[in-house]
């Protein structure tokens, strides 16, 4: 029963693929939004890919959390569809990451990284410590000196499948759910 209702939240969310502009271009996203088109919706939450990942490795974990938020997982600017700085840093895709903060009208939202996605999503923390709520690293990193609530995980949504992707998922809901 309950494999069911998390089957049957996850055929309401609307996935939709979309651009935004950013200093240097625009940026591809793939999104997730609840049926009831975000009204009573929880924060919403960014996901950032590994090095060699894109936005669009997200649509599994994206539309399980998507039942209740708003769900955006970028192409990192110079990487996929996105437009970038011929040498993307860190620091200028944390940049280009406020931007679409700006460009959605976020006032707030939780943060999800892995690999290279973890180190941005530090730099857009540090960059907007009064947006980022909750910050979620996937895998070893640099997680130290944080002043929000964080959670470290093993493994990394985008590429967890079955069982083990429903499993993270619930770890992340939980923690981002306090």
């Known amino acids: ?19 935004v502009d950013s200093r240097f271009g625009q940026l591809h996203l793939t999104a997730a939004y609840p049926q009831s088109g ?24 994206a539309a399980l959390l998507g039942a209740d938020r708003s769900v955006y997982a970028p192409d990192l600017p110079g990487s996929g569809n996105s437009d970038g700085p011929a040498r993307p840093t860190v620091a200028n895709q944390a940049e280009a990451l ?16 892995s690999g290279r996605g973890a180190q941005v999503a530090l730099a857009l923390t540090a960059l907007r410590p009064h947006q980022v709520r909750r910050l979620v ?12 609530p ?3 995980l093993r493994a990394d949504p985008a590429r ?4 083990g992707a429903a499993a993270v998922v619930a770890e992340i809901r939980a923690f981002l759910d306090r």
């Open 1 to 19: 029963m309950k494999g069911r209702k998390t089957r049957e939240q996850a055929d309401a969310v609307h996935l939709r693929r979309l651009y």
């Open 38 to 61: 975000g009204f009573d919706e929880r924060t919403p939450l960014l996901m950032l890919h590994a090095e060699d990942g894109l936005g669009a490795d997200f649509r599994a974990p």
């Open 98 to 113: 406020a931007d679409l903060l700006d460009a959605l009208r976020l006032r707030d939202v939780d943060v999800l990284g």
């Open 137 to 148: 690293v996937c895998g070893p990193g640099p997680a130290n000196g944080i002043a929000r």
């Open 150 to 152: 964080l959670l470290q």
């Open 160 to 163: 967890s499948a079955g069982d």
